[in-house]
Antibody, heavy 118, light 108 residues
Framework: DVLLVESGGGLVMPGGSLRLSCEVS????????MNWVRQAPGEGPEWISF????????YYADSVRGRFTISRDNARNAVDLQMNSLRGDDTAVYYC???????????WGQGTLVTVSA | EIVLTQSPGTLSLSPGERATLSCRAS???????LAWYRQKPGQAPRLLIY???SRAPGIPDRFGGSGSGTDFTLTISRLEPEDFAVYYC?????????FGQGTKLEFK
């Protein structure tokens, strides 16, 4: 079975930083693109970041560009999201999600909650 | 950015009935680049349909997708108890990839 397990969420003060990690098993990780998708309470999902299979293409949503950095390690089957300058509107469940390119999202982790509050 | 508008916001039906959910895009989607997801409470979304009409692996045939251009439909032929959830459409014909605001399918 495909399994994506996120970690690193928690409570952080505005302006603070947090690093999310996702470990993937059950699929050929090096052939998949990876994404982070977040979902604020009561809202629909929002795609925020993409990294291609060999890290040669990286994209961000306008809402996080310049503050968040995505990276991956194909040797560890892992993808990370470094989040800096966090704001209240970054409060959400953050999902690690695989895709075969810039298309639909095929496998999702269980999510990790990030709460930005003083 | 392509905006997806889903209707209705809430749909009240009973098990065994047929559900029809709509998703309209603000501009035409190339290659029918539309997917549907079901999200049960406390869970991550799960892919149901991609390419507007292709079922994802393991998805039962009571789920069907149709449409093209700007208008798309998800049909659930006979509702099971586990189908009462929130449904999202998502487009990948333009950048950034975007989701609709969701349709909640609730027990009547």
């Amino acid at each position: 079975d495909v399994l994506l397990v996120e970690s690193g969420g928690g409570l952080v003060m505005p302006g603070g930083s947090l690093r999310l990690s996702c470990e993937v098993s059950g699929l050929t990780f090096r052939t998949y693109s990876m994404n982070w998708v977040r979902q604020a309470p009561g809202e629909g999902p929002e795609w925020i970041s993409f990294i291609s299979s060999r890290s040669n293409y990286i994209y961000y949503a306008d809402s996080v560009r310049g503050r968040f950095t995505i990276s991956r390690d194909n040797a560890r089957n892992a993808v990370d999201l470094q989040m800096n300058s966090l704001r209240g509107d970054d409060t959400a469940v953050y999902y690690c999600v695989s895709s075969m390119g810039e298309i639909y999202f095929d496998h999702w982790g269980q999510g990790t909650l990030v709460t930005v509050s003083a | 950015e392509i905006v997806l508008t889903q209707s209705p916001g809430t749909l009240s039906l009973s098990p065994g009935e047929r559900a029809t959910l709509s998703c309209r895009a603000s501009q035409s989607l190339s290659s029918n680049s539309l997917a549907w997801y079901r999200q049960k409470p406390g869970q991550a979304p799960r892919l149901l349909i991609y390419g507007a009409s292709s079922r994802a692996p393991g998805i039962p045939d009571r789920f069907g997708g149709s449409g093209s251009g700007t208008d798309f439909t998800l049909t659930i032929s006979r509702l099971e108890p586990e189908d009462f959830a929130v449904y999202y459409c998502q487009q990948y014909g333009g950048s950034p990839r975007t989701f609709g605001q969701g349709t909640k399918l609730e027990f009547k």
